[in-house]
């Protein structure tokens, strides 16, 4: 690639990063509140400081309580036919493009911990030998973009049942190989549509969108379908998540 052609990397210092995440945060958690949680915040503006923060990280739990109360495990989001499929289909994560990571394929294992009966690490073979399902769904990304893509793979349900995994757990987290993580409700991770996704387009995963396992659940946003997945675990302890923790609402239906 000529120097031409390569696109600068924008370096932050600590400070303008850190200041940039608080008020991407705090954007993000106020286009998320409902009508009586805003309402709470007549007066206020971006630069209050605690006392704002303590307000929007309580309706910001508020709404996941709520969106959890409303989430059925059977109702499934919308399904599109082959003709509907974006192309081309958009890349995005937390870094540019050209970060993306380089994956020891053959070497790959997926590790496996926390209440589960069989905590051995799974070979991609293991993985695709089990039930696969798919679907052409929307990602929709919290940005206000979607994409409409083809993914198939293994239903997460399967495969916490071949784990044996305690179902009455509250979470499963996601532990990714670009050091990104996440986790979600047992009951999302229980719904038919929620599925390890192997495949995109009929082919195997291609890195840009998550190779060579990424979760696929067309009923929360995007950011909450973590790619490069290398460690899954079951735990009752709240496990947070990359941008969760910087203040992205947790639960995050749609």
Not at 22 to 47: D, E
Request: proline letters at 6%; one cysteine or more; glycine letters at 8%.
């Amino acid at each position: 690639m000529t120097d031409e052609k390569k696109r600068p990397k924008l370096i932050l210092e600590p400070d303008q990063r850190k200041q940039l995440v608080n008020v991407q945060r705090r954007l993000m958690i106020k286009s998320g509140l409902t009508l009586g949680a805003v309402s709470m915040l007549t007066g206020c503006n971006m630069q209050d400081g605690d006392d704002v923060d303590k307000v929007l990280w309580a309706m910001s739990r508020w709404n996941d309580r709520v969106q959890s109360w409303l989430f059925s495990g059977q109702k499934l989001a919308q399904t599109y036919s082959a003709d509907q499929i974006t192309k081309p289909f958009r890349f995005n994560a937390y870094y540019p493009e050209y970060n993306v990571p380089e994956i020891d394929i053959p070497n790959y294992r997926l590790e496996v911990s926390g209440k589960v009966e069989k905590k051995a690490p799974w070979t991609l073979q293991q993985l695709q030998q089990l039930p696969q399902s798919s679907q052409i769904t929307r990602l929709i990304c919290i940005e206000g973009w979607s994409a409409i893509g083809q993914w198939s793979g293994v239903p997460l349900k399967t495969f916490l049942q071949h784990v044996g995994a305690d179902l009455t757990c509250k979470y499963v987290g996601f532990k990714c190989d670009d050091r990104y993580y996440s986790s979600i409700d047992m009951a999302t991770a229980l719904h038919p549509q929620t599925i390890l996704a192997l495949d995109f387009g009929g082919k195997p995963l291609p890195p840009d969108f998550g190779y060579p396992l990424r979760l696929r659940m067309p009923t929360k946003l995007g950011f909450k379908n973590a790619k490069h997945i290398g460690a899954i675990f079951v735990t009752d302890t709240y496990p947070g998540g990359y941008w969760e923790d910087q203040g992205y609402n947790w639960y995050s239906g749609i």
